[in-house]
């Protein structure tokens, strides 16, 4: 029974070393869920790996009604933002996105997306910033996390 425990005890001590994903602050909306492909919740930091693609999907609700939205991407190395070019930044008219705008106050949506980590980018160590915007600029969805390109 104590081995029981102590396994118990052992195995959440892992998962919260885990990366976090933090909120960065989103006035048109919130996220109830993030689901990266290929981040292991034991690591510290979500690692991507260099000329692979990685899938991401989002669950939010909006606080107001919504025309259009907008993926915006930085990957912050020490103190500098550079803006990371994703396929389709509007997200509004990508197939695969999973959204239909307009979107309505209040709605619950699922949003995808699938980003390639090329093979120029250096490895390094950074936070990436993701963020859906409306029309206006604000944020829909709005997250940061640590990571690694290897």
Same mark, same amino acid.
């Given at each position: 029974?104590?081995?029981?425990?102590?396994?118990?005890?052992?195995? =959440?001590?892992?998962?919260?070393? /885990?990366?976090? *994903?933090?909120?960065?602050?989103?006035?048109?909306?919130?996220?109830?869920? *993030?689901? *990266?492909?290929?981040?292991?919740?034991?690591?510290?930091?979500?690692?991507?790996?260099? /000329?692979?693609?990685?899938?991401?999907?989002?669950?939010?609700?909006?606080?107001?009604?919504?025309?259009?939205? %907008?993926?915006?991407?930085? /990957?912050?190395? =020490?103190?500098?933002?550079?803006?990371?070019?994703?396929?389709?930044?509007?997200?509004?008219?990508?197939?695969?996105? /999973?959204?239909?705008?307009?979107?309505?106050?209040?709605?619950?949506?699922?949003? %995808?997306?699938?980003?390639?980590?090329?093979? %120029?980018?250096?490895?390094?160590?950074?936070?990436?910033?993701?963020? =859906?915007?409306?029309?206006?600029?604000?944020?829909?969805?709005?997250?940061?996390?640590?990571?690694? *390109?290897?």
């Amino acid at each position: 029974m104590f081995s029981i425990i102590v396994l118990a005890l052992l195995s =959440l001590s892992s998962l919260s070393n /885990g990366f976090r *994903i933090s909120n960065c602050g989103s006035p048109a909306g919130s996220y109830s869920r *993030i689901l *990266i492909s290929g981040c292991d919740d034991l690591n510290n930091v979500c690692v991507l790996h260099r /000329g692979t693609n990685v899938s991401m999907e989002i669950d939010f609700q909006t606080t107001e009604n919504v025309v259009d939205v %907008k993926t915006v991407v930085h /990957g912050t190395i =020490l103190v500098v933002p550079i803006r990371f070019p994703v396929p389709h930044p509007d997200a509004c008219t990508d197939p695969n996105s /999973g959204l239909s705008c307009p979107l309505n106050k209040e709605g619950q949506y699922h949003y %995808k997306s699938t980003f390639p980590v090329h093979t %120029k980018y250096p490895a390094v160590s950074l936070t990436v910033k993701w963020e =859906l915007q409306d029309e206006n600029g604000n944020d829909i969805v709005c997250f940061e996390l640590p990571a690694k *390109i290897r």
